[in-house]
């Protein structure tokens, strides 16, 4: 009979593609890209259906634009976690600010005066 030791263990997760070790630090990086991509996914995918049986219109040209950007956030958030630059984790370092309470309570607040000045400045350079 087969040896059952091992029967039993399951793992579970987001992901399609499975995170591992290459050769090379060219396919590290494009594995690790990968696998961002892919829990981005499955992310985005609940959220939208979510938001979609709750009356929003998902195929309007704003409502795309907006969850692609929530795509890039999750993706940064991603990247940070093993270590890669992106470049919207410094647009959320510009535009928030975290407060700390007590060990357990941490507050996050969205800067809109930054943003205003960010896009005033952005207005400004193209005129």
């Given at each position: 009979?087969?040896?059952?030791?091992?029967?039993?263990?399951?793992?579970?997760?987001?992901?399609?593609?499975?995170?591992?070790?290459?050769?090379?630090?060219?396919?590290?990086?494009?594995?690790?890209?990968?696998?961002?991509?892919?829990?981005?996914?499955?992310?985005?995918?609940?959220?939208?259906?979510g938001?979609?049986?709750?009356?929003?219109?998902i195929?309007?040209?704003?409502?795309?634009s907006?969850?692609?950007?929530?795509?890039?956030?999750?993706?940064?958030?991603?990247?940070?976690?093993?270590?890669?630059?992106?470049?919207m984790?410094?647009f959320?370092?510009?535009?928030?600010?975290?407060?700390?309470?007590?060990?357990?309570?941490?507050?996050?607040?969205?800067?809109?005066?930054?943003?205003?000045?960010?896009?005033?400045?952005?207005?400004?350079?193209?005129?």
């Amino acid at each position: 009979m087969e040896d059952d030791s091992t029967k039993g263990i399951v793992v579970k997760g987001p992901w399609k593609r499975v995170k591992t070790v290459k050769k090379s630090q060219t396919e590290k990086i494009s594995n690790d890209m990968a696998f961002a991509e892919d829990v981005a996914e499955s992310v985005m995918i609940p959220l939208i259906h979510g938001l979609s049986e709750n009356g929003v219109d998902i195929k309007s040209d704003k409502f795309v634009s907006e969850v692609g950007f929530i795509n890039e956030i999750v993706k940064a958030i991603m990247y940070r976690g093993m270590n890669y630059p992106h470049p919207m984790n410094q647009f959320i370092e510009a535009v928030m600010s975290t407060k700390k309470e007590s060990v357990e309570d941490v507050y996050s607040k969205f800067d809109y005066e930054k943003i205003e000045e960010m896009l005033d400045n952005l207005e400004k350079e193209d005129e």
